[in-house]
Structure formats: C-alpha cells, structure tokens
C-alpha cells in the first residue's frame, strides 16, 4: 500500500522483505534482525520507514506474543544500528508502533500531549496489558538506538483501512455482507481508524516536516463508537441488518478465527493531535464518507478494475 503510493509519486522506493514482493519497488531479502548488506541502501536516504512486525491478527498465546515481541524489538534495533553506522545517515527515520499503546477508555480522547498510556487499567484482561507492553518496548527500543544525525517519528497507528484483498476492511465487509456487521459487545467502546490514502499522505507530510518529532498519533480525528461505525459501513454496503454479538459471542468468534477479541473490544478512543497543529489536513477526516469511497474501491478490485 505504503510503496504502491509513493512509487506512484515518483519517488524511488527500496522495500527491505523476508520474502520477494511484488509490483515496481527494488526488493532486498533481510530476516529483520541481522546487520547485513542492505544498510547501504540507507546511506543519504531522504527517508527509512520501519513497518516491520508479526501480524496482531492471531491468537495472543505465549508463543505468539513472544514472536509479535521479538519481531517489533528485534527489527526496530537492528534498523537503529545501521543508521547508527552510515556516514551520510538517513534525514528521517520513521518507526512503526501502534494506537494501541493508549488506555481503554471512553471518557475522553487520547492525543499525543494528554493521552494516557495503557497497561495499569483495572480490571484489563492479561492479553491487553500484553500487547501494551509489546508497543511500549517496540518505542523504546527505537529510542534507545536514536542518532544526532537522524529525526526519529514513531507512527502510533490507528486501523489502517484499505480494500485490499485480505485487509482489515476486505474482512469487515464480508461479514457485514453475509449479515455479521453489528454491534460487538456493548458497541461502546471506540474505534480509531484512517483512511489508506490518508495514512500514506500523513506519512510523506511526516518525511518533509523537519519539526516533527517523537510520538505522532496516525488516525482519523474522528474516532467513534463501534456500533456507530458498523451501522455507516452497512449503510455504505447498502445492508439492512446487522446482527449484534454480545461480549461472550465475540469471545467464540474470535478464538474459532484464531484471532483475539482485544482487537474489537478494546476502546481505542485516539486523535492526531501533533498532525492537526501542524497544519495537516485529512481528505478522509468522517467515517461515513471514508466507508463509501473505501466500498466503491473494494467494489472494483473485486471485479479486478482499478482502484483510482
């Protein structure tokens, strides 16, 4: 997604895999925590952009939040390091975390100023401390390789939506369609999310604003309740009803899918603070309008046809 816009824009693009991609970026194999050939690529780079990490969309067993652990760390330290050893070093370093890092609450949003970190909240199931400690050591261990030479942005994330095959909303638009798109749980609790254009254009707006630095909150500046966010995208998809799940339904659903209820239960109340006082502007800023151009394009890369 992220490669595919900035190609688009003209920009050269050198994308560091575990395995061989597609489309027009240079590709060079790495395993994300080894010192190896491909820091060259760093040298006098305008930009490096760290997104590497074990996909969240699993079970939260002791096995895979070491490796969703060790992926973030590992990859994020050994990315220090090379810039770390470049003579003409990278003017930006933009490291990947998540809005995940912020407390389960409903009562206010959390900016990048006033926001509360998560992990101390009563009550809060083993799972979510865990993924919160993950996000914390993810920052921390950017920080602790940071270099004079290179500004370091740390992207905390909210829902990435694009209509992808396989994405996040590739799933939440099946399921509405076959019935399954309404209120989880209570429905209270808050989803964040951005639009896929708007996250890359915040991305490119991160590489040239020399002032921006540290934390910058990656979202939408509208979160809202999940139920209202269900209830646009059925709108969106031009379906009726929307089945409810309580909490103990949503339970079942995810442990069969092998995923964790954490990723739709959890309030993840998150604004861009930092964003907005710098002047950026969100062509995607309401969820109702974001759903229906993100439905038309979802629409047309199921027929194989553009997604312009």
Same mark, same amino acid.
């Given at each position: ?8 824009? /003209? ?21 994300? #925590? ?8 760093? =040298?006098?780079?305008?930009?490096? &952009? ?30 220090? #390091?090379? &810039? *770390? ?15 995940? &890092? ?33 996000? %914390?050591?993810? =920052? ?8 004079? !030479? ?14 992808? %095959? /396989?994405?996040?909303? +590739? ?7 076959? /019935? ?21 254009? *915040? ?10 630095? !540290?934390?910058?909150? &990656? ?15 059925? %709108? ?5 009803? !929307? ?9 079942? /659903? ?24 710098? !002047?950026? =502007?969100? +062509?995607?800023? +309401?969820? +109702?309008?974001?759903? *229906? ?16």
């Amino acid at each position: 997604m992220l490669s595919r816009w900035l190609l688009a824009r /003209g920009h050269e693009v050198v994308v560091l895999s575990r395995r061989p991609v597609r489309g027009d970026a240079s590709c060079i194999l790495w395993d994300g #925590e080894t010192l190896g050939d491909w820091r060259a690529t760093f =040298e006098d780079a305008d930009a490096v &952009i760290n997104l590497a990490g074990r996909t969240v969309n699993c079970r939260y067993n002791a096995a895979n939040l070491k490796q969703m652990m060790d992926s973030r760390v590992r990859s994020a330290a050994v990315v220090g #390091e090379a &810039i *770390a050893t470049c003579a003409h070093p990278p003017k930006v370093w933009l490291q990947a975390s998540t809005a995940t &890092i912020y407390a389960h609450r409903f009562d206010a949003a959390n900016d990048e100023a006033t926001g509360m970190l998560g992990g101390e909240e009563p009550d809060s199931p083993p799972t979510w401390r865990a993924s919160i400690e993950i996000a %914390k050591a993810w =920052e921390a261990a950017a920080l602790a390789l940071q270099t004079d !030479g290179t500004r370091l942005v740390l992207l905390r994330s909210a829902l990435t939506l694009s209509p992808d %095959k /396989g994405s996040v909303f +590739d799933v939440l638009c099946s399921l509405a369609c076959r /019935g399954l798109g309404g209120r989880l749980g209570t429905g209270r609790q808050y989803v964040s999310w951005v639009h896929e254009d708007d996250f890359c254009r *915040a991305v490119e707006f991160l590489i040239h604003e020399p002032t921006l630095a !540290g934390p910058v909150n &990656i979202c939408s500046p509208n979160p809202l309740p999940q139920a209202e966010f269900a209830r646009h995208l059925r %709108k969106a998809l031009g379906v009726p009803i !929307g089945l409810p799940a309580a909490e103990w339904m949503v339970e079942i /659903g995810t442990w069969l899918k092998r995923t964790e209820s954490e990723l739709v239960l959890k309030s993840r109340r998150v604004v861009p603070g930092r964003l907005l006082a710098h !002047g950026f =502007e969100f +062509d995607f800023p +309401d969820w +109702d309008r974001a759903a *229906a151009d993100l439905v038309r394009r979802w629409r047309l890369a199921r027929l194989g046809l553009s997604l312009a």
